[in-house]
């Protein structure tokens, strides 16, 4: 559909942005052509990798790109799960916002303005120095960047009790169609002007503009913090556990699920201690020194009579050791097969007990290995299908697996994605999940952003 790009618009694109910030070697070319997507995906070698330094460049580059019909393709760090970040087309350009990674904390206000290219860990670390907090804490935090967060909606185990990244998003800088400046939000709590188009923004996935600048909300730093490990012989016990915590009035900032498989594969390649369990409970608690140490009791008063066996964890040491296990599952589950769908499908708490024996009765009967982990406090779950990637009839098994998955949390009132988005992979899905109306909505919305096509063609929706 788009051809391949003539030298003429690189070289327009090398005089107006200056030589430095176009690279149209091979060996960056292919660098810059894959993201973290462990599954086949439609790629192409893009024609150039842009890096603007500058909101003035990113209104240059865009302007030149409408003018000439160059797709673009945004890009942050490239840890991304489906496929957003990569281009899928020769005649496109990725734009890499690495050099644009300068950000401004407002102590007195609570806020920060930031680049896109921030690394979300170098932010967070920083902000907490000053006694601030910014919570969203995709497992990548070390490595992705905050345009890439904002761009996909991201989350953590955090975001049960703090929320998104939506939430902490109060204003945007972004280019959309013919190299237009737009300005949205404000460095406050309140603002009710207008549509909302800030909130539209975050979570795009670079199919509506390119995101320059972003005004973040902080809130002070909880005052301490701890870990618990709950053990459970029985996996239909996990829901139960769930339930009894959410409706004691405590609020753990953090709730994830491991299942038998899922520990097993983080002792294998990575061991930090974790015992033989059906299931495991991995829950954290902030506020002030009472009200952890208050919080840990009544868990501990609540599970103990089921069976439960808890352990909290001793010291700051300790709970990172647990931390770095639920956050090394991704690439732990590498080791078991070599292929892997990863689906973050998220289902209303209240049924989890009723739907994850069905998430293993579908794998029961394509004759998969299925390991279930993830954000259980938030119903946000990490279903995965591994397989042997040289066997294709079993990858196609896999494939059809998901289809189910999908329609299963759907029937719950659930979503085909609580994070990782939609991209390339799971396009298919939206109309699903969307109905015929709303999905032409989308399109609509697309159309009015990006009437050309040329901001991350092809991925959230079919072209
Ligand atoms: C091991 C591992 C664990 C992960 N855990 C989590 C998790 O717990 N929670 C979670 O939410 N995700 C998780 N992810 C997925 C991924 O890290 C997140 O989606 C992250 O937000 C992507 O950030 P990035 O900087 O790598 O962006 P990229 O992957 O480079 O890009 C992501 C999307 O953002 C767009 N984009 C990037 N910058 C801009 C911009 N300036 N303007 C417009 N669009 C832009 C891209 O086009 C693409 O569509 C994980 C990934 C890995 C590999």
Not at 128 to 148: M, N, R
Request: proline share 5%.
């Amino acid at each position: 559909m788009f051809g391949v790009l003539k030298r003429k618009p690189l070289d327009k694109l090398m005089e107006v942005l200056g030589k430095g910030k176009v690279n149209t070697s091979l060996v960056e070319r292919r660098l810059y052509s894959y993201d973290a997507t462990p599954i086949p995906i439609q790629r192409a070698l893009p024609s150039a990798v842009i890096f603007p330094e500058s909101h003035e460049d990113v209104v240059k580059l865009v302007s030149v790109c409408y003018e000439e019909g160059i797709p673009m393709f945004p890009r942050g760090a490239g840890s991304g799960l489906t496929g957003g970040a990569v281009p899928t087309v020769e005649k496109g350009v990725v734009v890499s916002f690495e050099r644009m990674n300068h950000f401004d904390v407002n102590v007195d206000n609570a806020t920060a303005e930031v680049q896109p290219g921030v690394i979300t860990a170098q932010f967070q670390e920083y902000v907490e120095k000053l006694g601030l907090f910014y919570p969203p804490d995709p497992s990548s935090f070390k490595y992705s960047t905050l345009g890439g967060n904002i761009a996909e909606n991201a989350g953590g185990p955090r975001c049960l009790k703090y929320g998104v990244t939506r939430e902490y998003v109060l204003g945007l800088s972004a280019v959309i169609k013919d190299g237009l400046s737009i300005k949205t939000g404000n460095p406050v709590i309140k603002d009710v002007a207008g549509y909302d188009i800030t909130k539209l923004l975050v979570g795009s996935e670079g199919t509506l503009g390119l995101i320059t600048s972003a005004t973040l909300k902080l809130i002070p730093k909880p005052r301490a913090r701890a870990t618990v490990l709950a053990l459970f012989d029985k996996l239909e016990d996990v829901g139960k556990a769930v339930t009894k915590i959410f409706t004691s009035g405590v609020f753990p900032s953090a709730l994830e699920f491991m299942d038998a498989d899922a520990i097993k594969a983080v002792e294998d390649y990575k061991p930090v201690g974790l015992p033989k369990v059906e299931a495991l409970l991995l829950i954290e608690v902030d506020g002030s020194h009472q009200s952890v140490q208050e919080d840990i009791r009544i868990i501990e008063e609540l599970l103990r009579p089921m069976g439960v066996e808890i352990r909290t964890a001793k010291n700051r040491e300790e709970e990172e050791k647990l931390w770095s296990a639920r956050k090394s599952l991704g690439p732990a589950l590498g080791n078991l097969k070599s292929g892997k769908i990863n689906e973050d499908i998220v289902i209303p708490r209240i049924y989890l007990s009723e739907a994850i024996p069905k998430f293993r009765e579908v794998a029961q009967r394509y004759n998969l290995l299925m390991v279930i982990f993830g954000h259980i406090g938030d119903g946000n779950l990490h279903v995965n299908f591994l397989y042997d990637k040289a066997n294709r009839e079993e990858e196609e098994r896999a494939e059809r697996a998901v289809d189910e998955v999908f329609e299963l949390a759907l029937r719950y009132n659930g979503s085909i994605t609580g994070e990782h988005g939609v991209g390339l992979t799971k396009r298919k899905f939206l109309r699903w999940q969307f109905g015929d109306a709303g999905y032409e909505l989308l399109k609509g919305i697309k159309l009015l952003f990006d009437p050309k096509n040329l901001f991350n063609p092809g991925k959230v929706l079919e072209d």
